[in-house]
Nanobody, 117 residues
């Protein structure tokens, strides 16, 4: 059974940090690009960061220099370390796995991140 389970969201003050985790199961990490997306109410889901099967990373301009995506393949976990958080980062964050052969996306249930004084 394919599962992506996010954790690590919460409430943090501006300038603070959070580390999101996405534990995946039922997929082969060697053929999936992993990523983090976010979606604010009334807006389209947008990519935050991705990491390819080869370990290459890409970031949205709005998070470059502040967020870092990484993975631990033996632990089947993908991380998003978020530093210097801003109120504009407040939203639900989703873990994504995209099959590089079929391009079929898989999604987690999401985790809420709130940045507020």
């Amino acid at each position: 059974q394919v599962q992506l389970v996010e954790s690590g969201g919460g409430l943090v003050q501006p300038g603070g940090s959070l580390k999101l985790s996405c534990q995946f199961s039922g997929i082969r990490s060697t053929i999936y690009t992993m990523g983090w997306y976010r979606q604010a109410p009334g807006k389209q889901r947008e990519v935050v960061a991705t990491i390819t099967t080869a370990g290459s990373t890409r970031y949205a301009d709005s998070v470059k220099g502040r967020f870092t995506i990484s993975r631990n393949i033996p632990r089947k976990t993908v991380y998003l370390e978020m530093n210097s958080l801003e109120p504009e980062d407040t939203t639900v964050y989703y873990c994504n796995a995209q099959n590089v052969l079929t391009l079929n996306p898989l999604w987690g249930q999401g985790t809420q991140v709130t940045v507020s004084p």
